[in-house]
C-alpha cells in the first residue's frame, strides 16, 4: 500500500462549558472541567493515532469543527508543533463556528460539508468524526482496503461498527441493539464475508473519492432539516440512504464510543448491551 495517499477529516467537536451546554446534555456532566478534559483528551487520542499509525496515509488534514469559545481550540492549534517529534503527517486547522450563524447547537455537525464538497477532487479519502470517538487505525486500515472495491463491485457501502466498553473492560455495541439473522450475510469473492447490521448508524464515516463523488449528489448530503429531531445524527450518519455493509466475523472495523465508556457508560432503548460477539445470530446446530 503506497503511504501517498491524502485523507481529509473533520471532527465536530463542541465544547460544553456551562453557559453553552447542548439541549438535552446534562450541564452537571457536560458543563463540568472533568468532563470537558476528558472530551479534549478523546480529540488528542484521535490525533496520536493517525500521526502514528495511519500509515496508509503521508497527508493527513484535519479540521476541527468548533463551537465559538471552545476552551481547548488553541492547545488543539498547537499541538502538532508540541508534541515529540512535531507531526509530520498529520495537519490542524480550527475552524470556529459563531453561535450567531448556528441556529442549533446541533448544526454545527453539519459545518463540515461545505469545505469538503469543494474538496473532492483534492483528496483521496475523507473521514468525518464525532469528537468522543475513536477509530483505530486497523479500522481505517481496513476501509482502504475493501470500501473502493466494494463500492465498484457490489455497489455497497463499508459502514464501522460502534462500540463501548464499561468499567470491566467488557464491550458492547453502541449502536446495534438486536442481532441480524446468520443468513444475512453475504460472500463477496476476494473481498470477504460482509453482513447489513440492524443498526448502520456509527456516528463516524470514511470514504474514497470515487464514493464521495456520488455522495455529494446524493439526498443525504444537504438534507433539509426542518427540526432538531436527530438533526445531529443526519450528518454523522453518512450516506444513510445507500447500501451500508459491514465486516460479518471480522472485527477490524470496531470504533469506540469513549463517551459512552466505562464510567460514562449509559443503557437506554437497548444500546450500549448487546454484546460485542453477538451482531449475527449464531449458526444453527450442524452449521446452518
Not at 481505517?140 to 470500501?147: H, N, P, T, Y
Not at 463500492?151 to 467488557?170: E, I, P, S
Request: glycine content about 6%.
Amino acid at each position: 500500500m503506497s503511504a501517498r495517499l491524502s485523507l481529509l477529516a473533520h471532527v465536530t467537536y463542541y465544547d460544553s462549558n456551562v453557559s453553552q451546554a447542548t439541549a438535552g446534555a446534562s450541564k452537571s456532566l457536560k458543563g463540568s472541567s472533568g468532563w470537558r478534559d476528558f472530551c479534549f483528551g478523546a480529540v488528542v487520542r484521535m490525533l496520536e493515532e493517525m500521526e502514528s499509525a495511519y500509515t496508509a496515509f503521508g497527508r493527513i488534514d484535519v479540521v476541527m469543527d468548533v463551537n465559538e469559545g471552545n476552551g481547548y481550540q488553541d492547545q488543539l492549534r498547537e499541538w502538532p508543533h508540541r508534541r515529540s517529534p512535531p507531526a509530520s503527517r498529520v495537519t490542524v486547522r480550527i475552524d470556529e463556528h459563531a453561535k450567531a450563524k448556528l441556529s442549533h447547537p446541533f448544526r454545527l455537525a453539519w459545518m463540515h460539508r461545505e469545505h469538503m464538497g469543494s474538496s473532492v477532487e483534492s483528496y483521496d479519502w475523507f473521514l468525518s468524526a464525532e469528537a468522543d470517538t475513536f477509530i483505530p487505525a486497523r479500522a481505517m486500515a481496513s476501509q482502504v482496503a475493501l470500501a473502493e472495491e466494494l463500492y465498484k463491485r457490489h455497489n455497497a457501502l463499508l459502514g464501522f461498527v460502534r462500540l463501548c466498553n464499561d468499567t470491566n473492560g467488557r464491550a458492547f455495541y453502541s449502536d446495534i441493539t438486536k442481532p441480524v439473522a446468520r443468513a444475512t450475510v453475504v460472500q463477496f469473492p476476494e473481498l470477504g464475508a460482509f453482513v447489513p447490521p440492524q443498526n448502520t448508524y456509527a456516528a463516524v464515516w470514511a470514504y474514497p473519492r470515487t464514493i464521495m463523488r456520488g455522495f455529494v449528489k446524493s439526498e443525504d448530503w444537504m438534507p433539509t432539516l426542518k427540526t432538531t429531531r436527530a438533526m445531529r445524527e443526519k450528518a454523522a450518519w453518512g450516506w444513510k440512504h445507500g447500501r451500508i455493509l459491514t465486516l460479518a466475523d471480522d472485527p477490524s472495523l470496531r470504533i469506540y464510543h469513549l463517551g459512552k465508556s466505562g464510567p460514562y457508560l449509559v443503557r437506554v432503548r437497548g444500546h450500549n448491551t448487546l454484546p460485542a460477539a453477538k451482531m449475527i445470530t449464531p449458526p444453527l446446530p450442524g452449521g446452518v
